[in-house]
């Protein structure tokens, strides 16, 4: 039997975030937006949505007079999306 | 990118693009750490080889500190000017080794300003062309390598040239061994 698919992970945008920050160390919010070719509000609700379940730490500063999100994957993202892909090699058979 | 539904097949695609748009290419500015330390490191050295020789006074030796002093907030400007929005474990690792390396050579240097007489200049030399070595093998930059490597090779000759000329080929190391490659690795960036 297939193991269910991390509805929080299964989706376009969370999955490409979740990606992006398990390669890098960290990554800000332009960085982001840039990478993801998605809106501001859009990948703002799905930052939200991520930090509340634990699997990034939100930190938002200033540079200079500027705001500067910064977001960087928790242990428990990591260990969230290597479930994802295990789940994901049943799907398909690897 | 919309919050849509993904297949696993595109789930998989999808993850490996991320992970690939991520990968740290050779960019422009990646020598200014090395031009801004070395060029620092030289006319410091030249300044201090010019009033010693001149005076022999060796009071003028504190004015190594310059290098720190001018160094540290350069690289805060630059840290600052060049943000690229992420910090990659490659990034973390080169900070970390300067660091170390760094704060090897503050208490070095201070120790035989003050306490020890040691052969400060071949021990500097030594610990920053190692710090170049792990750079370069870390950035997998053959330039780099190369020049830290040399470097270490030459540190020996601040412990066999004597006098004042030591200062010169302590200055001189340095041009070799992070202006040049410093620049080399600019032009590489551009180029790319």
Known sequence: ?94 | MEEKKLSEKESLELIAQMIRNTQQKLERGNGIPFLIWGYTTVAVSVLVWYLFSSTGNPYWNFLWFLIPVIGFPTMMWNIRKQEKGIKTYIDKVISYVWIAFGVAGIVVSTSAMFIWTLPILFIVVLLMSVGTAITGLVIQFKPIIFSGFAGMLLSYLCLLVKGYEVILVFALIFLVMMVIPGHILNWKGRKK
């Open chain 1, 1 to 94: 039997m297939f193991k269910e698919l991390n509805p929080l992970l299964h989706s376009e945008l969370r999955l490409a975030i979740m990606s992006i920050l398990l390669s890098v160390e960290e990554a800000d919010f332009v960085y982001l937006k840039e990478k993801t070719k998605s809106t501001s509000g859009n990948l703002s609700v799905q930052i939200d949505k991520l930090s509340e379940a634990g699997y990034i730490d939100v930190e938002r500063g200033f540079v200079g007079k500027r705001t500067r999100t910064v977001c960087k994957i928790t242990p428990i993202g990591v260990k969230a999306f290597e479930e994802y892909v295990e789940s994901l090699k049943g799907y398909l058979n690897l």
